[in-house]
């Protein structure tokens, strides 16, 4: 397990480790955004989808009442957000099993609700509130098994 530790002042530095995850992400991966209500999570996913040259962040919004949003091609990325759903049968009944088979990107919000639904060989990436301004983020990556020179480029 690869971990790396972020703490950001303001939304715009969010913004930018969600930058720098998006230099590791390729085609298939799955990154559950895990963390209290405000502590970061679309924001973060602003600078992964900008880091993908998907979508501008500011044009990356909440999906949390249209539960998926899609952005870019090959790979395309989807940005979903489960805070409204309830229960398995309205998990089931996204068709988020034809978005895991696509080559997409995956992006998760509230997803550690319905853990059974995820690879295991997802990142996590763990927000927690600091204060106002200040979020400590957590990336926990899987090994390699491709690429060695896939996961290692985190730093500036
Ligand atoms: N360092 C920081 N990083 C990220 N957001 C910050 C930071 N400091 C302040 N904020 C503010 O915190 C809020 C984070 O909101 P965001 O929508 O990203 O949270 P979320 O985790 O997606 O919440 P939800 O569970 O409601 O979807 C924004 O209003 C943002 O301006
Ligand atoms: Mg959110």
């Known amino acids: 397990m690869n971990v790396q530790v972020f703490r950001t002042k303001s939304e715009e530095e ?3 480790a969600g930058q720098r995850l998006a230099r590791l992400l390729g085609p298939r991966e799955v990154v559950l955004l895990i963390g209290d209500l405000g502590a970061g999570k679309t924001t973060f996913a602003k600078g992964v989808v900008h880091g993908l040259g998907a979508a501008a962040p500011e044009d990356v919004v909440s999906p949390t009442f249209t539960l998926i949003h ?50 295991p060989e997802r990142v996590e990436v763990h927000f927690q509130w600091l204060s106002e301004q200040e979020r400590e983020i957590r990336v926990l990556a899987p090994q390699p098994t491709g690429d060695p020179r896939r996961r290692d480029t985190m730093s500036p």
């Open 14 to 16: 969010t913004v930018e």
């Open 70 to 119: 899609e952005y870019g091609s090959e790979p395309k990325i989807y940005h979903i957000d489960l805070y409204r759903i309830q229960n398995e049968h309205e998990a089931s009944a996204l068709g988020l099993e034809e978005l895991l088979d696509s080559e997409g990107i995956i992006l998760v919000e509230w997803g550690e609700r319905f853990p059974y639904l995820w690879p």
